[in-house]
């Protein structure tokens, strides 16, 4: 199944991937990686994820970090509309 990235989250990866890099050089690779590796398991497995908060949205916890994928579901593709911190409020 195809994946989109929505641009709001395109641009979250992009501020999480920066600030890690400032701050925590040798784990950012690691923790982006895993949030792009989760993100593939969805197009084999869409419904992985918990039923999320707002309607139609499903959330994706990203094991071993403290990040949350929110997605879309779709007929033939997975929408990504934002990531999260898990301590954000949303």
Known sequence: ????????????L???R???EAHYPIGAKIVVARIEGAIERLGVYPA????????GTRELVVTQTPFVVVYRPHE???EILSLLHGAQAW
């Open 48 to 55: 992985m994820g918990r039923t999320g908060r707002r309607e």
């Open 1 to 12: 199944m195809k994946i989109f990235w929505s641009k709001q989250a395109i641009s979250d």
């Open 76 to 78: 033939g593709y997975i």
């Open 18 to 20: 920066d600030y890690l």
């Open 14 to 16: 992009a501020a999480v």
